[in-house]
Structures are given as C-alpha cells and as structure tokens.
C-alpha cells in the first residue's frame, strides 16, 4: 500500500538531521507562521535547523516568536575541497593569509621535507550541508526567489517537500503534500506536526502561536469566503495548544505605524472604481513610499482591509512600485471569480481568493494602462460587457515586460 504524503514527509524528516527550511518572496503571515512553527518542532527533535525567507518579515510580524532567527541567504551550502596527495611528502605546517586587496585567499603548506608540486593538488566540492529541503507556502520554485535562483543545484541533488495550499501548485517536490481544501499552510501543518508528535507532542504557545496567525492571516481572521467548518476546529485546537490570539489580533489589526496609516490614506486616495467591470483598484508609487517615510512591506493589507471591503465587486487589485519592479496584489470578493487566473495573465499566480504577480526591472507609469487593460478585458470575456473603448484598449496593449 503507497504511503501517504504526510506519511512520507514524517519519513523523511525522522530520517534527516540537517533540514533546510524555505519559503516564498515577500513572506506573508502564513508563510513566516508556518516556517517559524516548523523550526520550532522540529528543533524539539533534535533536529539542525537553517530557516531562510528571501525577503525581509514586514514589521506587522515582529512579534512572532523566533523571528530573529530567519537568514535571507545560505552561507556556504557546499564545502570546496583541496585534497593533496601526501603519500610521498608530509606536512609539517598549513595556514592562510587572506589578501582582501587583491581578492585573494592564500592558503599555504609546509612540507617537513622535499617540496609539494601541483600535480599532488586536486579540487572538488564537497558534499551539501542539508539532507532535506522543506518548501512551504511555494506554489513554484521560482517563487522561492534568490534562496533557489542562487543554489539551483542544491535542489536538484537533496530531496525537497513541497508543502503548500495553492491550486496551481507545480508539484516540484520529491513529495508534495499540496492540500487545495485547507485554508492554509499552517493548517496543513498542524496535522505533520500532529503526526511527528505521536509519541510527545510538539505543540507549546509558541508553536501554537505561529500556526494560528498563519491561519487568521490567510481567512482574513475568519472573514474571507476561503474559511472552512475545519478551519475554526484547527484554531480552537491551536487556542487550546496555547497560541495568543489576542496578541495576533492586537499587532495585525489593531496596531498600525504612522507610516503605514499615512501609505493606506495614499492608496484610498488614489482608488479607482470599474464600475462595469466590477473591480477597484489603487496604485501606490515610489514617491508615495517616501513621502510616507514607509517601507515596501507597509503596502501589506490594504488590499484586505480597505480595498476589497467596497461593495458589489468581485475582486480588488493593488498595484506597487518597489525597488525591483511593479507588484500586483489582488483580493477576491466574489466566490466563483478566481483572481489566480487573472494573475497568471501577467505571470504570477496564487488561489482564487488571492494572487499576486511581479513584472522586474520596470516602473509603474510605464505598465500601469496595460495592466489594466487587460484586467479590463478579462472581465469582458467574463461577463460579456459591450464596452468599444476597452475592446479598442485591448487590442493596442502595450508589450508586458519580462515577468518574473
């Protein structure tokens, strides 16, 4: 009988001793909820840990216990090697002497007799540092950022789980536990956790407290139309665990910088309604970041909190202009309008209810029309609005920039 992919991942995980644990781009609540809880358990069971998010925490999610912990990239993932042949000759001394003028390492040896040649020097690298990948919240590798553009290899060469909820999830992994029915990551987690805890649970307020803001941030605290009869059983679950949940509360809904207060009054200010398209939207530029002295991350849940409460709509969409390009963030409102699908138009992608898409290297003024163009035109086709300027619109749309 084939074995389940949580039985294959509590397999696997018992197995491993040095476990990689990765996420996507800018990490959300469930993202970094799901990863510090996974740390978490698993260093209960002895386990060596390195947790990487290629992107900073957005402020909101400070308060997350272990936090500090999360590296931005993997410091040396494989050893190089410098085997010599002393079969003949034997080493009485080896130092270094690192030349940072000339961005050189010297790396010196002292024969006790004879002299060494380099035909004696070989080169290799060495075995990788991880005997296991863990993948969460990633609907592609790609989507893991730098953590894999920058060690492509190293997921060719250790097995990966691919634990995620999205429905366009690729199925990248060695196993891949993708539950398109569980509101999130961190709820699918519960169950793994559950299931590596057989003998001594795992679960402490800590733990418990990761998972249930990775669960309230992706339901939109139980508002959105993605929340299960079963969501609600797994967070009284992780309320009787110990998880804070006045603390979730408290620090993402309920504390808000000035910064972040004034980028949300830019956002509202700029909002478009479509109204036959049944869809607003709202940009915010670089000046807008910084006259609002606010970080990239601030943008974070405007899109939920203030865009997509507007009535009779079926999704909201928020375009930023960051440092690496435009970001595209949109909301469902309506069920049935899967906002996934009209993200993969610009190469992005997600679950019907949420979905994002990057275009690199490109500036808002210079997208911002085509974007919406052919957000127009996807409501077009969908509803079977008779408008002539937008049909004339889509058919002049300017040429998208490479996606991500």
Request: with cysteine.
């Amino acid at each position: 009988m084939e074995l389940t992919a949580k039985q294959q991942i509590t397999e696997l995980v018992r197995t491993s001793q040095k476990i990689l644990i990765c996420t996507h781009i800018n990490p959300d609540g469930d993202a970094l909820g799901s990863a510090l809880a996974l740390n978490l358990a698993l260093k209960k069971m002895g386990k060596d840990i390195t947790l990487i998010s290629p992107d900073v925490a957005p402020k909101v999610f400070q308060f997350l216990p272990s936090l500090d912990i999360i590296k931005e990239g993997i410091n040396g993932a494989k050893d190089f090697v410098i085997s010599v042949d002393t079969s003949k000759i034997k080493v009485d001394k080896l130092g270094y002497k690192n030349l940072p003028e000339d961005n050189k390492l010297n790396i010196i040896i002292t024969p006790s007799q004879g002299r060494f040649s380099s035909e004696m020097v070989t080169f290799k690298e060495g075995s990788s540092k991880f005997d296991l990948i863990i993948a969460l919240d990633s609907s592609d590798l790609e989507r893991l950022g730098k953590t894999y553009e920058l060690n492509t290899d190293l997921f060719y060469e250790v097995p990966v789980v691919n634990i995620d909820h999205h429905a366009g999830n690729d199925h990248f992994g060695k196993v891949n536990w993708v539950d398109i029915t569980a509101t999130s990551t961190a709820e699918i987690l519960v169950a793994l956790l559950e299931s590596l805890g057989r003998d001594k649970s795992l679960f402490d307020p800590d733990i418990a407290t990761c998972l249930l803001a990775g669960l309230i941030t992706d339901t939109g605290s139980f508002q959105n139309s993605n929340t299960t009869p079963k969501s609600f059983t797994v967070a009284a679950q992780l309320i009787a665990a110990g998880a804070r949940q006045q603390e979730i509360i408290k620090h993402i809904y309920k504390t808000k910088p000035l910064s972040t207060l004034k980028l949300w009054g830019k956002a509202l200010s700029n909002i478009h309604e479509e109204i036959s398209y049944k869809f607003v939207w709202s940009a915010l530029g670089s000046d807008d970041f910084l006259s609002s002295s606010a970080s990239e991350n601030e943008a974070s849940g405007v899109v939920d909190e203030l865009l997509k409460t507007v009535p009779s709509i079926d999704f909201a969409l928020l375009l930023t202009e960051k440092q690496d390009g435009v970001h595209g963030s949109f909301r469902g409102v309506q069920k049935g309008v899967s906002v996934a699908e009209i993200a993969k138009l610009f190469g992005g992608g997600g679950h019907e209810m949420a979905a994002a898409f990057r275009m690199n290297g490109v500036k808002l003024p210079d997208v911002e029309a085509s974007i919406i163009s052919q957000v127009k035109n996807y409501q077009n086709s969908r509803n079977n609005i008779t408008d002539n300027s937008v049909l004339k619109a889509g058919n002049n749309t300017l040429e998208m920039p490479p996606m991500e």
